[in-house]
């Protein structure tokens, strides 16, 4: 076995590595395709980051494809996000031709390695259309929605499932995201690579520098969201919990910890909302990260007493899970696939108001017994549910299901 | 006690996962769940019924099945809970677990005077799922070589052998019965023994000593 291969047993157990080599035996040799539309920033690049290795270390010859559009494109998929997740945008015919035009000029570059390819999974709604520009395609392509699509805006999902449709299955985080669609909609919680620089263990040395780094102070208790400047992250929302909180732990301090995806045009101005709200208040500590920052994370990840995840929606918050897997008990937004990541009461706390995030920082923070059985149960949980070893064997399973059924 | 007959194969324990499938049959009422109930695919009664076993989690234990438990954190009706959760699948057929299912639903119905509403985002979501087998390094030859293993043994692997696969290749019972009459007994306290109401470490336990108590006693 692959040193690699080994590494995943020692931290996920012999059963999973085992169940990968099983199922990707009669799949050795095949040409897999992942496509989506950045590799860097965001939660699906660092899914396949590790994933596409992983892949290919089982012997699947595996590809990651990204595709690539000018701003009106991004301006339009970032409306689509938006709507999928329930805002009721229109979207003009101008950015939506700007979608089009952009599918098909990538798919000029990428027809010949997708049509050549035995399996596909086309992450999202940005390259959603290749499968339409594919007309040759002889293998079993599966869109992969990672968005909370449990109230779309129908204008908008409408003119998408147009090019879903045709897929062979599409899979989704939660049943409440699924579609009515006419093929099978499998349902797949994504993941985290326990073996990445984001989650692995790290040195005392390299957290302590992290507190240096950023100017905090490790005698006093450390409350830290890390997420994109996005509205439906709420950031203002933490803010004000952090303010609530203040007021009877005044020596609490918050990390704000985020970074841009190449294909979100809207961070900037949430950015500024962000310090406006924070004011001159030096205990808040608004960090802008590149988007290699994984270790950095890690660390403000290990160093907080409590991280949050107060999203408004959410698919799915790997920023949970990360947490949660270095022993953090996480309050979470009620919503979405932070619904599953976190059982309320046992490994963190659901919330659905500012109010709400405070009052749970509040027991926890006079509460170190707590915290700490919560967080150890945390870490088993994402142990048992959310290692990308799970996530892959079950991406796996639906392909073989697909091959048997087209043999059958 | 030895294998009777040196010509039986041995046994390759198998493993296995499920993989989720969304219906997009939703319930967000009382009402709604027993107008779903009368005509959604059985495949999905039987699923929340029984893959709670394979899914970790810290879910209250007295409620052994996605409809009780459901009621009691959505709809907040204990009462409806506990009917619900007392309604064992293995002594009805798929209809049968359908018209218990929904005989329950419509006495909570008429005793409320109105319908039980979830709040957004707490639907009753209808899933199904297909099994996902696996081999494992585990080939047993004779009865006591699986009396060893049992503890050991993952979930997956208890819910295939003792929960999934009781009419299928997998099924211990067919395979003990090779070994001769006597072992007859056994594999008929192991047809009898209902899972429904154990967790799989209860379950696994309870085959343990079943075969701890026969083997002992057939070896005296």
Known sequence: MSDLLNAYQRVAGKDAVDHLQQLSAPMKGAKFVHVNSTRVGGGVAEILMKMVPLMNELGIDTSWEVITGEDKF????????????????????????????TNAKNAETLRPILEDADYVIIHDPQPAPLLSLCPNRKGKWVWRCHIDASKPYPPVW????????????SFFSLADFAQQLPHTQYLI????????????????AEIDSTYEEFNLDRTRPIMLQVSRYDRFKDPIGVIQAYK?????????QLVLAGGGATDDPEGEEVLKEVR????????????????????TINALQRLSDIVLQKSLKEGFGLTVTEAMW???PVIGGNTGGIRLQITNHHTGFLVDTPEGAALRIQELLQNPDKMKEMGKQAKEYVRENFLNTRHLREILSLFTILDNQSKS | MTSKNENIQPFNIKDCAILNIATGVRAKNLKGLRDKLLT?????ILYHFWAKKLRPGFEEPEYNNDFATWAYNNLHDIKLAERLSLINPGTFDIQGLRVKLIEVVELSLEENNS??????????????????????????SNPEELKELLPALAPGSIYFHFIDSKNSSGDISSWLLQFGDEYSKLADQLSKLDPYFFTLTELERKVSQIFKDFLKGANQ
């Open chain 2, 40 to 44: 959604v695919h059985p495949e999905s």
């Open chain 1, 74 to 101: 991004y301006q339009c998929t970032k409306s689509m996000h938006n709507a999928l997740q329930g805002d009721p945008v229109n979207i003009t015919s101008d950015l939506l031709k700007a979608y089009e035009e």
């Open chain 1, 189 to 204: 919680p994504p993941s985290i690579d326990p073996l990445s620089e984001k989650n692995m263990e790290l040195s005392q």
């Open chain 1, 326 to 328: 270095k022993g953090k």
């Open chain 1, 244 to 252: 609530l909180v203040k007021q009877s732990i005044p020596e609490i």
């Open chain 1, 158 to 169: 409408n003119y998408l499932s147009q090019y879903v449709k045709d897929y062979d299955a």
């Open chain 1, 276 to 295: 406006d709200s924070a004011g001159n208040d030096t205990d808040i500590h608004i960090l802008l990260l590149p988007p290699d920052a994984h270790k």
């Open chain 2, 115 to 140: 319908d039980l509403k979830t709040k957004e985002g707490e639907q009753f979501q209808f899933i199904r799922s297909e099994v996902v087998v696996f081999n494992t390094q585990h080939m047993i």
